[in-house]
């Protein structure tokens, strides 16, 4: 059964940083394009930031570049999404999705 779990969302201060986890099972990550999506209230879905497979070229979203980095630990299965210097403006659910599957969403909140 395919899963993707996401783990380490929550309230930080601008600034601050977090680090969010989506373990998959089911399938090997490092097999598919990975990536990282995020929903703000009444906005729409966007793309965050995308590993490629075997290779591992990245890319991100304008609006995250120099301050977030997505990479992937193949022996744990395991996408993850390094967020530093968050803003408010970075407050969303945040989604991974790889293999056609996407997981439930973890909360990022930046406010003081």
């Known amino acids: 059964q395919v899963q993707l779990v996401e783990s380490g969302g929550g309230l930080v201060q601008p600034g601050g940083s977090l680090r969010l986890s989506c373990a998959a099972s089911g399938f090997t990550i490092i097999r598919y394009a990975m990536r990282w999506y995020r929903q703000a209230p009444g906005k729409e879905r966007e793309l965050v930031a995308g590993?490629?497979?075997?290779?591992?070229?990245?890319n991100y979203a304008d609006s995250v570049k120099g301050r977030f980095t997505i990479s992937r630990d193949n022996a744990k299965n395991t996408l993850y999404l390094q967020m530093n210097s968050l803003k408010p403006e970075d407050t969303a659910v945040y989604y991974c999705?790889?293999?056609?599957?996407w997981g439930q969403g973890t909360q990022v909140t930046v406010s003081s």
């Open positions: 590993i490629n497979s075997f290779g591992g070229s990245t």
């Open positions: 999705k790889g293999n056609g599957y």
